[in-house]
């Protein structure tokens, strides 16, 4: 259901280890005239689109002569927004209405109840929101940043815009910027000029190097890495995070399906000592490599040697020691770990591509291909065959892009997220993950292979994976010393949905033996809600999860098999075929949680829920039911952890 966000601002979980900012004193400006005239391009990303997104509207700025800065929202001081000339702000929402990682700390204090009305007196503001709407809290936080930004005193010269990664994501953004342009540039009185169709325009130089990481092309000029200042906590220790990930060493990776399955679902576990702090229920951000042979393959079409070391500078930077924005590093490297080469390349690659041919029909079709008129053709020939760069650039023979501009304008290879399937008090200095293997063939009959997935499958013991913890909302009830009753628990996961829950029964078992009174004991209830194909296939952790049946740790557990039967039964069947149960527990308070696939199970799950809500709790009107899971929501008891 794709429902606004509900209108209580929750702020994202708080970091311990950073210091809250202290709030900041209105600079109470009439208007912006004394304000260095410098148009602030702010990014919140966890995948980085909304970065190259950035990046898209810098370029459009120069070309219009406005001066610009592109700024991760990490690393900007929030003291000085009131300061500002005119700021735009691209964010992404991601899990239940959460900022991204590099931007809650902002967004923390953007929502706090501390900052003054009038705060952003006239402060010239716009807003893009990158969101899913497969997802309940659609651009939550795009919405809820503009609302406060317009709240603090600011001023929306332009209309918030939103994009759905899910259908028309760089379509919404490119539409969103041609109505956006015309009322920016008359705002700050500048020109307008098309800032369409324009030739791809490089910020970086590509620097061959020697293996002293020195310009092979002027000797006394050397290149240095970028320089990584890493976060430190209280206790002066390093902070591992999405920009410094911690090296974990692989100590086991299992196989979890029966010998009969036709898929592959790995149990994988990482000692992380006592470098990586989480708690059931959190995800864990890991940098895949690309799978060799695809590489190889781009390297020999693109006709350069994989051994090439590199680096990219600046474009404007000189001087004998230069620091690399990018490198150095071999070619091979960079296209193994840094440039995503899988996903189907976005309209501004296919563009960018046409200007490396002198083949006027390979030229006009990719122009086509990346118009606004052609997005049925884009989606069909790209999106829904998965065309990767290499297979566009097979298609298209005659288009010989430069090395320097492909390692510009490719995307960088995001991090994959998975949730956590165990308890850090449970297994201290470890941490597990449940992986399905994904590969696919294409409507065009290419084998596909999931980038993180597959590489993991091959990981062995000893081997060392960039690993880091994102925090997630998805957290067991708060159970103190005086709490009388343990609220019941409902957990609904089927395939690898289970990972979390596995994760909470370690930690309902450790908190029962070293936490938990006897009462608090006797009195909790846990019901398993997990489903799969049969038996013998692909019940995950199936000794486990009896184990806690047998020991009382799951009061109730109920398995949907999918196959093993002629009508196949799901989780939200046997939701409904235990419907009286369920709701005696929602009625005493039970925290109710889903984890899985977002597209078709869990709005099933919830329909189901929505079905016993109706049923035993004597609503007749449906708003009245969607109102008692907006009131659950509200009080955290109804969490979700879903991916499409």
């Known amino acids: 259901m794709n429902r606004p966000p509900p209108p209580v601002v929750r702020p994202p979980p708080k970091d311990t280890t950073i210091n809250k900012p202290k709030p900041v004193k209105s600079q109470n400006h009439s208007n912006n005239a004394n304000r260095e005239k410098i148009l602030k391009i702010f990014f919140g990303t966890q995948t980085r689109t909304a970065e190259d997104f950035s990046h898209i509207i810098e370029k459009e700025c120069k070309k219009l002569g406005i001066s610009c800065e592109v700024v991760d929202l990490v690393d900007y001081d929030p003291e000085e927004l009131a300061n500002e000339y005119f700021v735009m702000f691209l964010v992404s929402t991601h899990g239940e209405g959460d900022p991204t990682d590099n931007a809650k700390d902002f967004y923390l204090w953007l929502t706090s109840d501390e900052r003054p009305n009038g705060l952003l007196n006239n402060l010239p503001f716009t807003v893009f929101g990158l969101g899913n709407k497969t997802y309940e809290h659609y651009n939550a936080v795009a919405r809820v940043m503009d609302k406060k930004l317009g709240d603090l005193g600011g001023k929306r010269i332009f209309e918030r815009g939103e994009g759905d990664d899910d259908a028309t994501l760089e379509e919404d953004f490119i539409h969103w910027r041609k109505r956006m342009w015309p009322v920016v540039c008359e705002h700050l009185g500048v020109e307008l000029k098309s800032t369409e169709d324009d030739k791809f325009v490089p910020r970086f130089r590509m620097v061959k190097l020697t293996p002293e990481h020195k310009d092979s092309e002027n000797i006394h000029t050397k290149i240095n890495a970028p320089l990584l200042k890493p976060k430190l906590n209280n206790d002066n220790k390093v902070i591992y995070d999405i920009k410094n990930p911690y090296m974990a060493t692989v100590t086991a990776n299992r196989e979890l399906h029966g010998k009969d399955s036709d898929r592959s679902c790995k149990h994988l576990e990482f000692d992380i000592g006592k470098n990586l702090h989480y708690t059931a229920g959190d995800h864990l951000g890991i940098y895949p490599v690309n799978d060799s042979l695809l590489v190889e393959a781009l390297l020999q079409r693109l006709e350069v040697s994989g051994d090439t070391l590199f680096a990219m500078v600046p474009i404007d930077k000189a001087g004998s020691v230069i620091e690399a924005s990018f490198g150095p590093m071999t070619l091979r490297k960079a296209f193994l770990e840094q440039l995503d080469i899988t996903n189907p390349p976005r309209k501004a690659v296919l563009r960018t591509l046409s200007e490396y041919t002198n083949d006027q029909k390979h030229k006009s079709d990719l122009i086509r291909l990346a118009s606004e008129e052609a997005s049925e053709e884009y989606n069909q020939f790209i999106k829904h065959d998965c065309r990767t760069i290499l297979e566009v650039l097979e298609a298209f023979p005659s288009v010989k892009p430069p090395i320097s501009h492909i390692l510009e304008f490719l995307p960088r290879l995001p991090a994959r997220y998975y949730s956590i399937s165990s308890s850090l008090n449970k297994s201290p200095e470890r941490v597990t993950i449940t992986s399905v293997v994904v590969n696919f063939t294409t409507p065009t009959q290419r084998f596909h292979q999931g980038v993180c997935s597959t590489w993991m499958s091959n990981l062995k013991v000893g081997d060392q994976v960039p690993i880091f913890i994102r925090e997630s909302h998805f957290r067991l009830p708060t159970v103190t010393e005086t709490t009388v009753k343990v609220p019941p628990i409902i957990m609904v996961g089927p395939g690898t949905g289970l990972a979390p829950f596995r994760g909470f029964l ?139």
């Open 506 to 644: 370690q930690e309902l078992q450790f908190k029962r033996e070293t936490v938990y009174t006897k009462e608090q004991t006797e009195s909790s209830e846990t019901m398993l809600f997990f489903g799969c194909r049969s038996d013998t296939v692909d019940y995950l952790y199936k000794e486990e999860l009896l184990e806690y049946k047998e020991s009382g740790i799951i009061t109730e557990l109920h398995v949907a098999f999918s196959r093993e039967t002629k009508e196949k039964v799901y989780v939200q069947n046997k939701l409904l075929q235990h419907k009286e149960k369920v709701w005696k527990l929602l009625e005493s308070g039970a925290h109710f949680y889903v984890c899985g696939d977002a597209r078709n199970m869990a709005k099933q799950v919830q329909q189901s829920l929505l079905s016993i809500i109706k049923e035993y709790g004597n609503l007749n009107d449906d708003s009245e039911v969607q109102q008692f899971i907006d009131n659950m929501q509200k009080s955290n008891r109804y969490l979700q952890d879903v991916w499409f």
